[in-house]
């Protein structure tokens, strides 16, 4: 018996293959249902142009055999079988397609989609058998063949004996070594899972003969064990089926099956695209923030199928990082395959669905904050912080897509409010959208430079994530209206009385440009405040680096000393006041100690550190004396 050479490049692939083309060795049963079930396609594709064909779709399955004796496991199937040429040509060239040529021949598309790529990932076999037999007997031939290979050096075909139409692939499974334990493909429960993860949805029976326990009737807590054929896998995908069909039930089921997570989902999404792209999805908004969300370890990504195989467990090329928090899959007909179903070709079809995806998130955020608020509110509670990355995030690229999702702290309706809640509020004389940064809400109602806004009746929204300012910056404006902190050298809301008169700058020049020399280093300005009412002093800031910016990037790691132009504003109308005139022109040891007293206070309100605690206590001390 002539053993046969592969051709050099096809042997180079195929220890390429065995050796690194697959991260987990578990697809090789993957591979080898997928090639059983293109089998069966081809049948049903002929019987329905040949007449004198039949297809019973209950006559048609897929069998996995595993024998622990002979350590074998054997993959069978009712499909078209191969002649003598075509394990030739299919499995003595490696990466020649025989799914593939076939589905050229064949005009007809009806949802039997053929996606196997017959004499590739039939050779993932080889990751787990140290000889592959494959036994076959076509469709309309009398004569069976037996294909059987060693690995690299070759393979033989030679006659056999077959009654059925159908294949059967013979693993020999490898022997344990000290690294690795081959003997879990050859466990019943193994095997279960893999098929399960993998080939749930295959359409047609995946069978296994499965050990069970009866109890003996009349004997307690006595068992006979037995085999009984069982089907292993769903095969209709929830994602194939009617919406009209499930109930919110199934979808939490879906969920739970498939270990989305442990909570119950906020909301889900049944996508189904019948255009120039096929495509079927079921997307969930979970209820709770995982654990690692916001760490290295998290992985994004939804689960990828082609026509119902499992290909990637985390395709993150399908969800943008700001929707990274959602979950769930997507089953494509129209995906490229390269040479093995792991490694995707990146093409125009992915990115498509992927865009599509996206506007499919954003409207259904967008309608469960218009129809459902409790439920909304819920979810931003746990992933507002990354829509708000995402604003942040590559420049601002993404903020058309998320604006209308944030939420602030409303200081007028004392919960969430939206942007656009924010605008249809705003008053007629109104010109900004008004915020303020703090550690809490209650820290921020009690800031000094609130006091003239909400004297006017002018709603501030709260900012107290880090996150928040930089997201707003990057936003700019909301329908035309730029955003504004409270701490900003200018409101933008004085009207004449409330301006600074000349006259008055004038008179209080000597004694704003002494306190500002004290200052020295510290402040870029000391100036009379119109937005205090009843506070004596507090900090603003002038330019784009506000105060509560200055403290959160103090705080990271490669802080690179941003600091913001800080502005000492003194309330003319507080008892202080007068004070630091009388110091002035009495004592310039007293007007020292005040100065260097109230911006230490102003510090305090902003939460930010003051530089000498033991020295401001002193200062304290010396008022009380």
């Not at 708000?388 to 919960?415: A, I, P, R």
């Not at 009412?533 to 490669?558: F, N, Q, Y």
């Amino acid at each position: 018996m002539e053993t046969k050479q592969f051709k050099a490049e096809s042997k180079r692939l195929l220890e390429m293959m065995i050796n690194s083309i697959y991260s987990q060795r578990e697809v090789f049963l993957r591979e080898l249902i997928s090639n059983s079930s293109d089998a069966i396609d081809k049948i049903y594709y002929k019987a329905l142009t040949d007449d004198s064909l039949t297809f019973d779709k209950e006559s048609y399955y897929i069998k996995v055999v595993p024998d622990k004796g002979n350590r074998t496991l054997t993959i069978k199937d009712t499909g078209i079988g191969m002649t003598k040429e075509e394990l030739e040509n299919n499995l003595g060239i490696i990466a020649k397609s025989g799914s593939l040529a076939f589905k050229k021949e064949q005009e007809i598309k009806d949802g039997h989609d053929i996606i196997g790529q017959f004499g590739v990932g039939f050779y993932a076999a080889f990751m787990v058998a140290d000889v592959v037999t494959v036994i076959s007997k076509a469709l309309g031939s009398e004569q069976a063949y037996k294909w059987e290979s060693h690995g690299a050096e070759g393979y033989t075909i030679t006659p056999c004996e077959k009654e059925a139409v159908g294949t059967d692939i013979i693993l020999k499974i490898k022997e344990n070594t000290e690294d690795e334990s081959f003997d879990e493909y050859l466990e019943e429960y193994r095997l279960k899972s893999i098929i399960k993860k993998y080939s749930d949805f295959i359409r047609y029976p995946i069978k296994m003969d499965a050990a069970i326990k009866e109890p003996i009737e009349g004997a307690e807590n006595e068992y006979k064990e037995s085999t009984e054929e069982q089907t292993i896998n769903s095969m209709v995908p929830i994602w194939r089926k009617n919406k009209s069909e499930l109930t919110d039930e199934d979808y939490e089921k879906f969920y739970q099956e498939k270990h989305y997570g442990f909570d119950k989902p906020v909301k889900h999404i049944h996508i189904h695209v019948d255009g120039t792209i096929r495509y079927n999805a079921i997307l969930y908004i979970p209820e709770n923030i995982p654990f690692d969300y916001y760490s290295k370890e998290y992985e994004k990504g939804l689960e990828l199928y082609s026509n119902g195989v499992l290909i990637m467990n985390k395709c993150g090329d399908l969800l943008p990082d700001y929707f990274s928090f959602v979950k769930g899959m997507v089953d494509s007909e129209d995906l490229s395959l390269n040479i093995s179903r792991e490694m995707l070709q990146h093409d125009r079809q992915l990115k498509l669905i992927a865009k599509n995806i996206s506007k499919k998130i954003r409207n259904e955020l967008q309608s469960l904050m218009k129809n459902e608020r409790e439920k909304y509110e819920q979810f931003y509670k746990s992933f507002g912080r990354q829509l708000k990355y995402g604003v942040y995030s590559d420049f601002g690229t993404h903020k058309e897509m998320l604006q209308d999702l944030l939420m602030f702290y409303s200081s007028k309706e004392k919960k969430l409010a939206s942007l656009d809640e924010y605008i249809s509020r705003m008053k007629d004389d109104q010109k900004y959208i008004y915020y303020a940064a703090g550690e809490s809400h209650e820290r921020i109602e009690k800031l000094p430079q609130t006091e003239l806004l909400a004297d006017k009746g002018y709603e501030i929204l709260y900012f107290t994530e880090d996150i928040d300012e930089f997201a707003i910056k990057m936003l700019m404006t909301y329908k035309d209206k730029e955003f504004k902190s409270v701490s900003s050298g200018d409101l933008g809301i004085e009207n004449e009385d409330e301006k600074v008169s000349e006259s008055e700058e004038k008179e209080h020049k000597e004694l704003f440009s002494s306190m500002k020399e004290i200052l020295s280093g510290k402040v870029t300005d000391v100036r009379i405040s119109k937005r205090l009412k009843s506070h004596p002093v507090c900090l603003t800031a002038d330019g784009e680096v506000t105060i509560e910016m200055e403290k959160v990037l103090s705080s990271m790691p490669d802080n690179q000393d941003v600091k913001a132009n800080k502005v000492l504003e003194i309330n003319s109308n507080h008892e202080v006041f007068q004070a630091l005139k009388n110091a002035l022109e009495n004592d310039k040891d007293k007007l020292n100690l005040y100065t260097n007293l109230l911006y230490n206070q102003a510090l305090l309100i902003e939460g930010l550190p003051i530089s000498d605690p033991v020295e401001f206590t002193n200062d304290i001390c010396k008022v009380m004396v």
